[in-house]
């Protein structure tokens, strides 16, 4: 009988420490892709190439959240540059209302993520799974607020600096058509929720302590 329970001891101590070694080179994973898809979150913040213009357009621009870009007039040298305008801190010289929500939804969810991000200094201090579970949330809240962003957004396409280059019309884009940064803010909500959903599983599933009774029977 002794035997038996020495053997049940040991083995149990072996899945545990596979369990374990499993478990955290999975949260190592995920905290990596938290951190990727805050830098992602900001490029796509920042990046005014949500919208823009194709071979049908008035004349060329593109549009991002808080910042568009017309192209300027011809120079002596016969060249010309896209300008800018537009700035998240002057909130009055975004275009309109919509674009204006869209801008904060989407910097408050890139500010979430950062938050996130250094939340993960408190698998220095706290259990695993308590920390686990204040990223799970505050990852869908970043993804509800980017869910938001992208749904409000189209509805400023009816402004007239948009109407001009596109011919839109509220949820309508006209001439234009969908660029890169939009689709990977459309990317992002389903990889917030991921990893939201990722960071609950892994708070659920975080291995207990063998009992110490195995270890008065070892000493035994």
Known sequence: MDHEVEYSTELTKIYHTNYVRNSRAVCVLWAVFTICFAILNIVAFIQPQWIGDTGESDRPGFF?????????AVTSDFTSEFTCTGDFLEFNQILNTSFQAASFLVGASALL?????????LFLFLNTATVLRICGWLQILGAIFMAIACI???????????????NSQTYGIGSC???????????????????????????AKQAKLLPEVYGKKEKS
């Not at 993520?113 to 200094?121: A, D, M, N, P, Q």
């Not at 689709?183 to 909500?189: E, F, G």
């Open 64 to 72: 991002g959240l808080y910042q568009f870009c017309v192209l300027g």
């Open 177 to 203: 058509g969908i660029r890169w940064a939009y689709i990977l803010a459309i990317v992002l909500i389903f990889d917030a929720f991921i990893l939201a959903t990722l960071a609950f599983i892994l708070a």
């Open 152 to 166: 409000v957004y189209p509805n400023g396409w009816d402004d007239p600096q948009v109407v001009s280059i596109c």
């Open 113 to 121: 993520f950062i938050i996130c991000c250094v939340c993960l200094i």
